[in-house]
């Protein structure tokens, strides 16, 4: 965002398990660079941050930014 981009889109892929033991897998996208990465958590909020994290790391090469 502080670089020029546009705000990274979040998409739900999938839900799994029961209601008290769900498993969450989300993509991140960053249409305008037409890069995307997956993360999976026990929450949305948990899965969006490791698709985060996987972009960031695309983006930075793996170097701290």
């Known amino acids: 965002q502080a670089r020029g981009r546009a705000l990274p ?17 989300v993509t991140c996208l960053l249409v305008d660079a037409g890069m995307s990465a997956n993360g999976a958590g026990s929450s949305r909020r948990r899965a969006e941050q490791a698709a985060a994290r996987s972009m960031l790391e695309l983006i930075t090469g793996g170097e701290s930014p």
Do not use: I, P, T
């Open 9 to 25: 889109e979040y998409k739900l892929d999938l839900v799994s398990g029961k209601a008290h033991r769900q498993h969450f897998e």
